[in-house]
């Protein structure tokens, strides 16, 4: 068989039960044709970006979920789909990694083909960064005010492990993760187009840093800064040596 005979058996004849119900067919058209594909890394591109939709896609679904059972204070139900948002996460991230087997002279010849676009207009992306709000603020209602509890209680003077405990730290985790993609996104970028390059859109990839520091719950994380102030206090700013040695 040559290749253009390989090419029709990839896309299936989208008649049998798995093709009509995974809808394969239109699946597996959302790529150029591969006529159209300007070198051989293209495809990996574009599917490397879809792949990623797709995931944020569900994390959101998860997302809309958890917010539902945060208002239920069904903590196993958080719990169990928070663990399937971090791995969605971390799959993420590890995904990039495929686009660091792309040159950076066969990526120039891929960006001459994508507009102005930036992974700034990424629907899912743009979402996710809406989605921390009402979760936060159905943990707040349900897991603390109800309960007269806060950050400070459930983190040191009420420490005992429970329920918004377990689900403030998920959201940390959420948090930490979605820094990690970041992170590693500029990595790529480094990688790929080089640091300082300008972007698509004429800006520089420096605006990018600003994202980097963005907390979606920043009390979770001032909480541990005060209970080093706090405790650290018994000893003063700084500490003597174990083996007495000032
Ligand atoms: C060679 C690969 C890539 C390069 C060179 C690249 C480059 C860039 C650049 C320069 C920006 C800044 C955009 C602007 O200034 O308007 C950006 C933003 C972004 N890119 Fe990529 N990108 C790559 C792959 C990906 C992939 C695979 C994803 C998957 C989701 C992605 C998602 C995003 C997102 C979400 C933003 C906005 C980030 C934020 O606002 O914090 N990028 N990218």
């Given at each position: 068989m040559n290749r253009e005979q390989f090419y029709a058996l990839m896309g299936g004849e989208g008649t049998l039960d798995y093709e009509l119900y995974l809808k394969t067919k239109t699946l597996l058209g959302c790529q150029s044709d591969y006529s159209e594909?300007?070198?051989?890394d293209e495809l990996q591109f574009q599917i490397v970006h879809q792949v990623e939709e797709l995931w944020m896609k569900l994390i959101a679904y998860s997302l809309l979920d958890i917010d539902e059972y945060l208002q239920q204070e069904n903590t196993n139900r958080v719990i169990t789909l928070f663990r399937r948002v971090h791995l969605l996460q971390q799959m993420m991230t590890q995904q990039?990694?495929?686009?660091?087997?792309?040159s950076p002279k066969e990526y120039q010849e891929i960006r001459l083909k994508l507009g102005n676009g930036s992974g700034q207009e990424s629907p899912g992306f743009r979402v996710l960064l809406k989605m921390y709000q009402p979760i936060w603020h159905s943990f707040k209602s349900h897991y603390l005010d109800k309960h007269g509890l806060t950050v400070e209680k459930i983190y040191d003077s009420e420490y005992n492990h429970g329920d918004a405990y377990m689900v403030a730290e998920a959201l940390v985790e959420f948090d930490e993760l979605f820094q990690k993609f970041r992170a590693d996104h500029m990595q790529l970028i480094h990688r790929s187009i080089g640091f300082g390059a300008k972007s698509l859109k004429g800006r520089a990839v420096e605006i990018l840093e600003e994202g980097m520091r963005q907390k979606f719950f920043p009390e979770l994380w001032e909480i541990r800064t005060r209970m080093t102030d706090r405790w650290g206090a018994s000893y003063g700013v700084k500490r003597d040596s174990l083996g007495g040695h000032h």
């Open positions: 594909l300007c070198n051989k990039l990694t495929l686009l660091e087997t792309m």
